[in-house]
């Protein structure tokens, strides 16, 4: 079984639309995060939730809304989708919140391109 | 200065030989240091952490460098599965992973 899954893998879609990436993790873990890796390879993390309660919101656009209605799903909407946002979005879950030697299981990645 | 630099590369090696590369960070207060590996169009997965006094894991090796500010991952006998990109984590002391972009290794039969 997968531990950390998100859907979709492809997301092709218009500027201006809405759309929602899903998460889901089957470890147990009380955090959760979603990391965007743009072209350039950089992972930059976005938001993290530990058992439901957001503890880490990097600068990002507030088009992006995460929402974790338990400790096992992290789904992230965004509105009004922009050319910048294409990228590749990773979910991530480790068993705390990042401590000193945490590991982070990772989702296989939602591949978005806005044409 | 980014938090964690890397050399892009690519290495390119042959099978067998050895490869090592490195990754600055610019926390001097940075706690904890792991190399993540990716293979192409896959997600991130911990390969290892690194200690201070360094650490091996079979074929790998990684050390630590606090007063030059620098981890290394060093690759013995290199095998063609091993061809991925390799991926610098440091946690500052905020506690919010940093990651370089990656070193990519290449190596040919």
């Known amino acids: 079984d997968t531990a950390v899954s998100q859907t979709p893998k492809y997301l092709v879609t218009q500027m201006g639309n809405d759309k929602s990436i899903k998460c889901e993790q089957n470890l147990g873990h009380d955090t959760m995060y979603w990391y965007k890796q743009d072209s350039k390879k950089f992972l930059k993390i976005m938001f993290s939730y530990n058992n439901k309660e957001l503890i880490i919101n990097e600068t990002v656009p507030n088009r992006f809304s995460p929402k974790s209605p338990d400790k096992a799903h992290l789904n992230l909407h965004i509105n009004s989708l922009e050319l910048g946002d294409s990228a590749v979005y990773f979910c991530?879950?480790?068993?705390?919140?990042?401590?000193?030697?945490?590991?982070?299981?990772f989702g296989s990645g939602t591949q978005l391109s806005v044409l | 200065r980014k938090e964690v630099e890397q050399d892009p590369g690519p290495f390119n090696v042959p099978e067998g030989a050895t490869v090592a590369f490195n990754c600055t960070y610019s926390?001097?207060?940075?706690?904890?240091f792991f190399w993540y590996r990716q293979d192409c169009r896959k997600e991130p997965k911990l390969l290892m952490s690194v200690y201070s006094s360094g650490n091996e894991d079979g074929r790998f090796t990684a050390q630590l460098n606090r007063a030059s500010q620098y981890i290394s991952l060093l690759i013995r006998d290199s095998k063609l599965s091993d061809s991925a990109t390799y991926l610098c984590?440091?946690?500052?002391?905020?506690?919010?992973?940093?990651f370089g972009a990656g070193t990519t290794v290449t190596v040919r039969a």
């Open positions: 991530a879950s480790s068993q705390d919140p990042v401590a000193t030697n945490e590991k982070l299981f």
């Open positions: 926390n001097s207060a940075s706690q904890s």
């Open positions: 984590v440091v946690i500052p002391n905020d506690y919010k992973l940093s």
